[in-house]
């Protein structure tokens, strides 16, 4: 991987004059969202979310929450706990891998 790296990727970033590595950074983070809304996300929220009666204020918090993140998604902080916020933004789960749905669901 290193000579790849070397021989191509970097001679490349040179061509564009993309040599600073923060400024490509900077530039990435204007184009690529940090929070990707995702099934996993949708599927805790509806969890947390059901309730035989009133919808607790803890559980519209979170729902409040992933619309708040869903529609600024290039930020790198909304406001909340940094933790849950970076577990959202992360990787699947390992429980939720490979869940698919279909139309009939």
């Excluded at 950074?25 to 059901?50: G, S």
């Excluded at 519209?60 to 529609?71: G, P, Q, R, V």
Aim: aromatic residues 8%; glycine residues 6%.
């Amino acid at each position: 991987m290193a000579t790849w790296l070397e021989t191509k990727y970097r001679p490349r970033l040179e061509k564009e004059g993309s040599i600073n590595d923060q400024e490509r950074r900077e530039r990435m983070a204007q184009v690529n969202p940090k929070f990707v809304l995702r099934q996993w996300v949708l599927e805790e929220v509806i969890k947390n979310t059901q309730s035989e009666k009133d919808v607790g204020v803890q559980d519209k918090e979170l729902l409040d929450h992933i619309l708040k993140m869903a529609l600024e998604p290039f930020k790198e902080e909304w406001g909340g706990d940094k933790g849950e916020e970076e577990r959202f933004c992360g990787d699947v789960p390992k429980i939720d891998r490979g869940f698919q749905c279909s139309c009939s669901s």
